[in-house]
């Protein structure tokens, strides 16, 4: 059967600081400055979630696009929806709120929720300019 691709958009708005609890505020600033402002600040993320596999020949679907809706739904929009990252996020307590490492929280989150045949690949948008992906690699 053809493999093929199958993708879910979603987004949440969260805010950050790009910080090192292991630095000092000064070493914060010079490495990430403005998006280390102490007071945090806010983005749009857009979130795309795709999963590739082969098609089912009964159903025709590579996977219910509804099933996974409900999965970004439950796992990362109410998670980190209108949330603080550093604050109120257990996953970002101890790891500094990248898009990166934001990519790989919400790989791992979903990756044990989907089927071991699917590939998954995380792509997100911290800024309609400013984006990155994940695979799992
Ligand atoms: N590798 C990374 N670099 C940067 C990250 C990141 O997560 N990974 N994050 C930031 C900032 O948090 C933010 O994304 C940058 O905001 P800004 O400079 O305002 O970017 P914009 O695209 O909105 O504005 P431009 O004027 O188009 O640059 C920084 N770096």
């Known amino acids: 059967m053809p493999r093929v691709s199958v993708h879910r958009k979603a987004h949440f ?8 609890k292991d630095w000092t505020d000064e070493k914060n600033t010079a490495v990430f400055s403005k998006c280390s402002n102490p007071n945090f600040h ?16 009964e159903t025709g679907y590579v996977f219910d696009l509804g099933v ?11 998670a980190f929806d209108h949330k603080n990252l550093n604050v109120e996020v257990p996953e970002f307590m101890d790891l500094n709120p990248t898009a990166e490492n934001i990519s790989v929280v919400i790989y ?5 929720l989907l089927p071991d045949h699917l590939d998954l690949k995380i792509t997100l948008y911290e800024t309609p300019r400013n984006f990155v992906s994940y695979s799992g690699e």
């Open 13 to 20: 708005n969260a805010a950050h600081r790009l910080y090192r």
């Open 42 to 57: 806010g983005h749009n993320y857009e979130l795309i979630v795709s999963l590739t596999g082969e098609i089912d020949e």
């Open 68 to 78: 996974l809706r409900n999965h970004i739904k439950l796992e990362i929009e109410d």
């Open 108 to 112: 791992n989150k979903l990756r044990k």
